[in-house]
Structures are given as structure tokens and as C-alpha cells.
């Protein structure tokens, strides 16, 4: 303990002092770089298989064959078809099916288009 003898004037105390405002953080923001305009035969817009409305795409990822309730037959040669949502949620709980990738859209557009 420590006795303050004549100073009681001088005497700070932490209750008597307003809290120091917190620090902004300070973000701070990269230049946009501009993006150089090119030739469509240079870079081609992809071309992507969307699933119409209520249906979804399902991959047959491994096995044989799957042969489905309404008659689609998955094989290592079909392994993606535009399916009902039911029916393709139901295989999407199966081990071996799952959401095609982007690619495999694309592959699948190319050869179906």
C-alpha cells in the first residue's frame, strides 16, 4: 500500500478519466486493374446445360448401372441426366450420385447441343 502525503490533489484515479475511444480500423482498398477487352473467338462464352424449371441434373458417379423408377438408364457411357427433383433427390442420397461438376456440364451441353 502506498500513502500519498500532500499529493491527494494530484491524484488520478482511473474512475476520473474517460475511456480512451477505440482505434477505426483502417481498410484499405487495391486499385481495380482494368480489364483488357478481347475478341469473342479468342475466349469463346462457354456454353453451360441448365436444368429447366423443376428438374435438376444428377452424375452417376460409380458403378455399372442404375436403372431409375421412371426408366433412365445411368452407365458408364450416360452418366448425367436431367432428372425430376423427387426422383433426383433420391438419388443424390445415394452413395454413388452427385451433382455434375461445371465441366461436366459443359462436356454434357457439347454433346447433347
Known amino acids: ?59 452417376f458417379d460409380s458403378g455399372s448401372a442404375y436403372v431409375t423408377k421412371s426408366g433412365f438408364r445411368f452407365t458408364r457411357e450416360n452418366r448425367i441426366y436431367e432428372l425430376d427433383i423427387d426422383e433426383a433427390d433420391h438419388l443424390l442420397s445415394l452413395d454413388n450420385f452427385r451433382l455434375p461438376s461445371q465441366l461436366e456440364l459443359e462436356d454434357y451441353y457439347k454433346e447433347n447441343n
Do not use: C, H, W
Open 1 to 59: 500500500m502506498v500513502l500519498l502525503i500532500g499529493m491527494s490533489e494530484n491524484v488520478v484515479k482511473s474512475q476520473d478519466v474517460a475511456p480512451a475511444p477505440a482505434k477505426k480500423a483502417v481498410k484499405t482498398v487495391a486499385p481495380k486493374e482494368k480489364i483488357e477487352k478481347t475478341n469473342s473467338d479468342e475466349n469463346p462464352k462457354r456454353k453451360v446445360a441448365k436444368p429447366k424449371s423443376g428438374k435438376k441434373f444428377v452424375y
